[in-house]
């Protein structure tokens, strides 16, 4: 079985297109990162075994398909280059807009959580009257009650 250069010229750029993309998917792991704020240890290591897992099946489907199934070290170091444009033209740029974006969003949380705030309490007064009045009443009831009650024991007391 014969190999010519450029088989293996096709399979190293197949190799780059491959590292380009996992640099592509890794950036949307990146990006859920830095949008949902602080992380948890086992999120990202979570996170980074799934992008594991991702890379050794795409890396083993590329290799069987372009190469037979043979890891070659000059494809491994096309895939790592293909990894390293991206992370480093498009990676930055993607992580750039990502914070950028994150920041904007927060922003707009504060602002809004400010005005739900400001609603809540608008709606909440009527309530809160509504409570004190209910304690009021509540409290003018119970007094009439015991009233009521000394009132009906002195009855029953003098009748006697």
């Not at 009439?144 to 002195?154: A, Y």
Request: aromatic fraction near 16%.
């Amino acid at each position: 079985m014969e190999t010519y250069l450029s088989d293996q010229a096709v399979a190293f750029l197949w190799a780059v297109a491959l590292g380009g993309g996992l640099g592509g998917v890794y950036d949307i792991f990146r990006v859920v990162r830095i949008l949902r704020g602080r992380d948890r240890p086992i999120l990202v290591f979570l996170e980074d075994l799934l992008f594991a897992l991702i890379a050794a099946l795409a890396t083993a489907s590329c290799f069987t398909w372009t190469n037979f199934g043979q890891v070659r070290l000059f494809l491994l170091v096309g895939e790592g280059l293909g990894f390293a444009l991206w992370h480093y033209t498009l990676g930055v740029f993607i992580g750039a807009v990502a914070r950028w974006v994150a920041r904007f969003l927060r922003w707009i949380g504060r602002i809004f959580g400010q005005i739900f705030k400001k609603i809540m309490e608008f709606f909440k007064k009527p309530f809160i009257f509504l409570k004190e009045w209910i304690k009021i009443k509540k409290s003018k009831y119970v007094e009439r009650r015991k009233s009521h009650e000394n009132k009906t024991r002195q009855k029953d007391e003098s009748r006697r």
